[in-house]
C-alpha cells in the first residue's frame, strides 16, 4: 500500500467532510465554540477560536453542495479502479 496523491486527496477530503458535518448546537457549544459564545469585538484581533470557529462555519457554508460532487466521484473512482 503506497503512499500516493490520490490517497493524500482522499484524505483531506475526509478531513473537509468531517468538518463539515460538525453540528454547532450539539458539538460545538458543548466545548465553548458555538455562536452565544463571545469570540470578541470590533476591532480586536481575532484569536486563534475564533478563527477557527469562522472556518468552521465557512466550511459548513461554502462546502456543502461541492462536498456532495466530490464525494460521489470519489466513490465513483474506488469503485472503478478498487
Known amino acids: 500500500m503506497a ?3 490520490y490517497s493524500l486527496i482522499q484524505a483531506a ?3 473537509v467532510n468531517a468538518v463539515a458535518v460538525l453540528h454547532e448546537e450539539r458539538f460545538l457549544s ?3 465554540w458555538g455562536a452565544d459564545h463571545g469570540i470578541g ?3 480586536d484581533e481575532p ?3 475564533s478563527q477557527l470557529v469562522n472556518l468552521i462555519r465557512s466550511v459548513r457554508t461554502v462546502m ?3 462536498l456532495i460532487a466530490v464525494n460521489s466521484v ?3 473512482l474506488l469503485l472503478l479502479f478498487g
Do not use: D, S
Open 47 to 49: 484569536g486563534i477560536k
Open 30 to 32: 458543548k466545548i465553548g
Open 64 to 66: 456543502r453542495v461541492p
Open 41 to 43: 469585538g470590533f476591532g
Open 3 to 5: 503512499f500516493t496523491l
Open 13 to 15: 477530503i475526509l478531513c
Open 74 to 76: 470519489t466513490i465513483v
